[in-house]
Nanobody, 120 residues
Framework: QVQLVESGGGLVQAGGSLRLSCAASGRTFSTSTMGWFRRVPGKERELVAAIGWSGGVDYADSVKGRFTISRDNAKNTCYLQMNSLKPEDTAVYYC??????????????WGQGTQVTVSS
């Protein structure tokens, strides 16, 4: 079992930055693939970024060059640094984890979500 708790969301002006954190409990964090998703009301949840256990990363086209995903296995924590935020980044952001390598499609574990609001 892995429990995920996100923090760091909030209200920021366009062009600003936020860093989301995802604290994980459980013994499989270091071998789990981690991901950040977001959901806007009325739309499908979308994958924003993912990071493998060895550090390989990939991003949605909409956030490339602005967002950075990272992980600290010693702290069992995954981060999403969000820079140059835009109003269209407004969403609930969810941390996800999977120990089968399926975080991009069917994550086994989810956090409760944290609201990010970007004002224009």
């Amino acid at each position: 079992q892995v429990q995920l708790v996100e923090s760091g969301g909030g209200l920021v002006q366009a062009g600003g930055s936020l860093r989301l954190s995802c604290a994980a409990s459980g013994r499989t964090f270091s071998t789990s693939t981690m991901g950040w998703f977001r959901r806007v009301p009325g739309k499908e949840r979308e994958l924003v970024a993912a990071i493998g256990w060895s550090g390989g990363v990939d991003y949605a086209d909409s956030v490339k060059g602005r967002f950075t995903i990272s992980r600290d296995n010693a702290k069992n924590t995954c981060y999403l640094q969000m820079n140059s935020l835009k109003p269209e980044d407004t969403a609930v952001y969810y941390c996800a984890a999977d120990d089968r390598g399926l975080v991009r499609t069917t994550p086994r574990y989810w956090g409760q979500g944290t609201q990010v609001t970007v004002s224009s």
